[in-house]
Structure formats: C-alpha cells, structure tokens
C-alpha cells in the first residue's frame, strides 16, 4: 500500500495536471529558504564573527590557518543550518497548496468517489502554524541528537516521519472528515501513517529533490487516506 502510494506520488510530480503547482511549490520554498539563509547568515556575522575575531589576537603567527578553519566550521554550519531549514518551510509551502493538489488527485483518480471539501481558510491558518510550531521543536531535538554518533541520522527520520506523516495525514484526512474522526482513523492506522512518513522524512533528506518535498508528501497521503478509506469498513467514504 506505502509502496504504491509512493509511486503515484512521484509520477504526480511531473503529471500536467500539477505542473502549475510543481512551479509555485519549487519557487517558494527556493525563495523562502534564500530568506531564511540570508537572516541566518545576518545573524552569523553580526554575532558570531565579532567572538571569532577576538580568538585571533594573540595567536602565533604560524597558527594563522586557525582563521581558515573557523570559515570552513562557519560554512558548514551555515550548509547545516540550510539543511534543516528544509522541514519548517515544507510546513509552511504545504499549508498553501495541499488542498489544491489534493483536488486535482482526487478529480483525476478517485473521481467515483465523493469530493473532499477544502479546509476553510482560518482553520487552515491556525493548522499550519501549529504544525510549523511542531516541526521546529521536534528538528530542535533532532539538531541537538546531531551532535550523537550513529542515531543522529537515525533521529531525523525518526522525528521527520512522524510530524510529516501524522500532519499530511490529517490535512489529506480532513477534506472528508471531522478533526475526532481523523484522530480515530490516525489512530488505527498509526503504524502504516508512520511507516509512510518515513518515506517523506526520506524523500526530506535528498538534496535538491526535498525542494519538492510538499508536492510528494501531499499526492502520497491523499492516496494514501484514498486506499485506507476503501480497506477498512469503519472510514469507508459515503
């Protein structure tokens, strides 16, 4: 079932019918994580560099390769900082094209079944910032779990798959549902939820594709709660 939900996902990234949604999904995150990049950076020099600069005093002049490595670490930092950036502007990018992506899927692919109803605008605002809030504290934990060999890898997906697959879950979710519903329905399935959002916290890690991280995550859980909802009786659509 993940498997098959996956594979839709992809080939809805390319299909016609979400071309237009590929664009903006691609230009904003690109022009968001340039903004964030860019305050990070700010920040870097304002802040950091001025200390850095107050180590150099003093030191031998053979030493002064010293300076290069603290603009090697502050390059890197900065490489990780963008990195993990990636997972609170999905959040954002998603809470504004979900529910246009999940139309066209459902319209193109389940068109027998009953249409879902988009999330009103207010309700989508307060849920979006919630789930931004969620996923900044979890990439929190999963920065500081970095800094631990052998889980550090380990800890991005484990924190990722779960926000990502609980959160897409219940937007794809409450097209058709009520919030109790959605809880009772995540609640059953939370294994196969789970081991879906790990596919998303995969897809997460791969440089340039993750930029289209909203895209697939979205086709993959609307197909997702598509394929749950024909298999189990109890949230059979009506």
Known sequence: MIVEAARLAGRNLFA???????????????????????ALRGLFVAYALPWLDQLVPGIPDWAGWLGVVFGVIASL????????????????????????????????????????EAVPTGRAIVYTAKFLGVVIAGNIVAVLLLFVPGINIIAFLLVNGYLFGREFFEFAAMRFRSEEEVRQMRSKHSGTIFAAGLVIAAFLSIPLVNLLTPLFAAGLMVHLHKMLSAKDPEFALR
């Open 16 to 38: 016609p019918e979400t071309r237009s949604a590929f664009w903006k999904i691609l230009g904003i995150t690109i022009l968001l994580l340039i903004g964030l990049w860019t």
């Open 77 to 116: 930092g900065l490489a990780v900082g963008l990195a993990l950036l990636i997972a609170p502007v999905t959040a954002v990018v998603a809470g504004f094209f979900l529910d246009g992506v999940a139309e066209i899927i459902e319209e193109r692919d389940y068109s027998a079944d009953p249409p879902g």
